[in-house]
């Protein structure tokens, strides 16, 4: 039975670091504050940012929530951003995603000041990751990550699983996870694969894995025959179907095979929030 990366202990581990900075910026007066701004009333999005504005303030930290009717004009949704920009009790800030179809992400994106990108999305910020060599480089620099990816080398890190000449391939190529990802295990010497809906013998390629991450978006899709005996598997996936939320890996015909695994949910999901809570407060931190 392959050993749990689990997405509960070690985003507690991260929480409670934050919880110690933000008590130190208490003290001199700051209170790290969060934006979130939801347009319409998708029930997947009402979930996701009903949890981040709960995390946020369990852990003493100001939430600030715009949420927007799912007519707003591509217009009025920059003003909502370029307010939240110039709201000094903002420190870090979310569009939560998808927009309705209407909306265009990419200026409204581009519009969030670099120093508030708490999702690590803006493309100032994911240049300049990528223009970076190593991760202590990346590290050093104090932009803030994108969160998911993020989240998933603290885990590798965090388990001290060697990651510096393992073969890893990632499964799924989008901005928000699978390209990230594959930079920042580059930045730690993993000689690394981008596979992908189209990838030709998927799960040869999958085989070949000493760190196969997940990030596809179908439900059980990767099984026994696309992982190899002792792999680490983190499976970024989540997906609602008729027997619960499930990841992209059969988690169930692979834990007797792989050395490490992630839970759907309990993995990448808490990680993914404890980061974008830590950009938050370290955005805090730089604005004094």
């Given at each position: 039975?392959?050993?749990?990366l ?15 900075k ?12 969060l934006a ?12 996701y ?7 946020c303030q ?32 903002v ?5 939560q ?18 120093k ?52 890893a ?28 809906s ?24 990767i ?18 179907t ?18 490490w695994?992630?839970p ?9 929030v ?11 931190e730089?604005?004094?």
């Amino acid at each position: 039975m392959a050993s749990i990366l689990d997405g509960k202990k070690l985003s507690a581990q991260i929480n409670k670091e934050s919880e110690q900075k933000i008590e130190t910026l208490k003290k001199k007066g700051v209170v790290p504050g969060l934006a979130t701004v939801l347009v319409g009333e998708d029930p997947g999005s009402q979930v996701y940012v009903g949890q981040k504005i709960k995390k946020c303030q369990a852990m003493g930290m100001a939430s600030i929530h715009r949420p927007l009717n799912s007519g707003v004009s591509q217009e009025e949704l920059r003003k909502t951003v370029e307010d939240l920009n110039q709201d000094p009790q903002v420190h870090g800030m979310i569009v939560q995603l998808p927009l309705p179809k209407h909306l265009d992400p990419e200026p409204i994106i581009a519009t969030i000041n670099p120093k508030k990108d708490a999702d690590g999305l803006h493309p100032m910020n994911q240049g300049l990751m990528g223009r970076l060599k190593s991760w202590k480089e990346i590290e050093n620099s104090g932009i803030p990550l994108p969160c998911t990816p993020a989240g998933v080398i603290q885990m590798l890190l965090r388990e001290k699983i060697e990651i510096a000449g393992k073969n890893a391939v990632i499964v799924g190529r989008s901005t928000l996870v699978g390209k990230p990802i594959a930079q920042l295990l580059l930045s730690l010497n993993a000689t690394v694969t981008i596979a992908h809906s189209r990838t030709q013998n998927l799960m040869e390629v999958c085989q070949s894995a000493d760190i196969l991450v997940a990030a596809l978006g179908k439900p059980l899709y990767i099984n026994k025959d696309g992982v190899k005996k002792g792999a680490v598997v983190v499976d970024v996936g989540i997906s609602r179907t008729d027997q619960g939320l499930k990841g992209d890996v059969d988690f169930d015909a692979v834990k007797d095979i792989v050395s490490w695994i992630t839970p759907v949910p309990g993995g990448v999901g808490p990680m993914t929030v404890a980061m974008l809570l830590s950009n938050t407060v370290k955005a805090a931190e730089k604005s004094m």
